[in-house]
């Protein structure tokens, strides 16, 4: 099993972003999908999940700017990220769990992470 995300980069206060995690050997559309961010001296935080019932918990911060969805086809999860603070700087990590669907947006429900893709938004 294989994640890959990219689509990371700097971007001004205000701006928007649209991550991509794309998955090999394992079926996304069959499980709950997240994604994390971490940010230096901090704990990896959920910022929001998304299983067969649809989107599950997200964190505050992010209400109404995050947008998680998937393509089943491509076998490919994103994060669009919008209206861009410097607070939404970090590490944006991707994962899979093995239920079909979402619980709790903790680290511990998730079984495969892929290796990151930084994002850096300067004011």
């Known amino acids: 099993v294989q994640l890959v995300e990219s689509g990371g980069g700097s971007v001004q206060v205000g701006g928007s972003l649209r991550l991509s995690c794309t998955v090999s050997?394992?079926?996304?559309?069959?499980?709950?999908m997240a994604w994390f961010r971490q940010t230096p001296g901090k704990e990896r935080e959920g910022i929001v999940q998304l299983g067969s019932g649809g989107v599950g918990a997200r964190a505050a911060s992010v209400e109404g700017r995050f947008t998680i969805s998937r393509d089943n086809m491509l076998n490919t999860l994103y994060l669009e990220i919008n209206n861009t603070n410097v607070d939404d700087t970090g590490m944006y990590y991707c994962?899979?769990?093995?239920?079909?669907?979402?619980?709790?947006?903790?680290?511990?429900?998730?079984?495969?992470w892929g290796q990151g893709t930084q994002v850096t938004v300067s004011s």
């Open positions: 994962a899979a769990g093995s239920r079909i669907y979402c619980y709790t947006l903790d680290r511990s429900e998730f079984t495969y």
């Open positions: 050997g394992y079926t996304i559309s069959r499980v709950c």
